[in-house]
């Protein structure tokens, strides 16, 4: 008897287990490799003797990436899909593809009253981050991006960038207005990141992009990640972080493996740590993917070494293959199959029970 109703309070225990386990999550952290495919990840953990984060994930899934105009999307076009569920044309930044302005999923989460944020390995006006908070036609209003950040909806921004906030072509002292604003900012090019407490901060380390790693950037996006999650979380009703490791992306660019390797590196190191933080606390969703492939990257055989690969580029610019989409937590589910890049926005704005 004493066995059975041992078993039956451990049965009890374990159906109260899998109650707490909430369905939809708290907390989003969009995790987005710039430039990502299958190949550069395959190459930079090939050999890699921290741990691999993407192994962790027991979801993953694969993303049509082509934009409204081209079949080659460019970062523009592919972030803003991500903010405001529709295709538009290269360039765009939170506009569709007749230029006008449509709603995203920052601007969803200001009308309930929930916290949200950027960190960046590029400057925080570059077209990834920007596409969550700003609507302009060209990614190359920098100037003007950096203005949107006085509409209230993005409530951290780490990266570069500082140069963008002095613009003389307004005579108000910017920096005073979002102060205004209730920000505290720090402006400036000295890459070296410390902790903030402010739960709404615009925080330039550098005059455009951060340093490399192979200029010596060092755990920056893991350190100001971390640091943004703990301010957001000052929030109680939850949160929506947007983190990009940028320079993936131009590693591809410029044809350049070690570079390339060292950043996807250092968001694999990124992710781990964001992982870490989701695991204890039960209620974020994290989903990690790319906006395109840049470079063609191809894994050839080593025939002076089998054990090993000759990377090799075929482009100097994105391509349109698809890319990975990982997810771990409450609602990662969803994230299994094969999608075009329109449906994250809408399984996002789903779990979250946005307007």
């Known amino acids: 008897m004493k066995c059975i109703l041992s078993l039956i309070t451990a049965f009890g225990l374990l159906l109260q287990g899998f109650a707490q386990q909430p ?6 952290i969009l995790m987005i490799g710039d430039g990502m495919g299958i190949a550069q990840i395959t190459a930079a953990m090939a050999r890699y003797t921290g741990r691999n984060a993407f192994e962790r994930f027991k979801v993953v899934g694969l993303s049509k990436t082509s934009s409204a105009d081209d079949y080659v999307t460019d970062s523009g076009a592919g972030a803003t899909v991500f903010s405001i569920g529709k295709k538009t044309f290269n360039g765009a930044i939170g506009v569709d593809k007749d230029s006008m302005p449509s709603e995203n999923l920052f601007e969803k989460m200001k009308k309930v009253q929930r916290a949200t944020g950027v960190v960046v390995t590029s400057s925080i006006t570059h077209a990834t981050p920007a596409s969550f908070y700003a609507h ?16 209230d909806q993005c409530d951290i921004a780490i990266g570069g960038g500082a140069r963008f906030f002095f613009d003389p072509r307004y005579t108000a002292d910017f920096q005073r207005q979002l102060q205004k604003k209730g920000y505290t ?4 090019s000295t890459a070296t990141f410390t902790y903030q407490t402010s739960p709404k901060l615009i925080y330039t380390l550098a005059g455009d992009g951060m340093p490399t790693m192979q200029e010596g950037r060092g755990d920056f996006l893991t350190k100001a990640s971390l640091n943004a999650m703990e301010l957001l979380n000052k929030n109680q009703l939850g949160y929506l972080l947007m983190i990009e490791g940028s320079q993936i992306d131009w590693g591809g660019h410029d044809m350049d493996f070690e570079y390339m390797k060292l950043e996807l590196q250092d968001f694999n190191e990124t992710i781990n740590a964001v992982l870490d933080r989701a695991e204890k606390e039960g209620d974020i969703l994290v989903v990690v993917t790319a906006d395109h492939e840049t470079g063609g990257l191809s894994l050839n055989e080593n025939a002076e070494n089998r054990s090993t690969f000759k990377p090799s580029y075929s482009y100097s610019h994105h391509t349109g293959v698809m ?31 946005l307007p």
């Open 185 to 188: 900012t720090l402006l400036d």
């Open 23 to 28: 369905t939809r999550p708290k907390k989003v």
């Open 136 to 151: 302009v036609p060209s990614r190359k209003s920098a100037f003007q991006i950096a203005r949107f950040l006085l509409n």
């Open 323 to 353: 890319v990975p989409v990982y997810a771990y937590g409450p609602g990662a589910s969803e994230f299994g199959g094969t999608y075009e890049n329109t449906e994250i926005f809408f399984k996002l704005k789903n779990l979250l029970q």
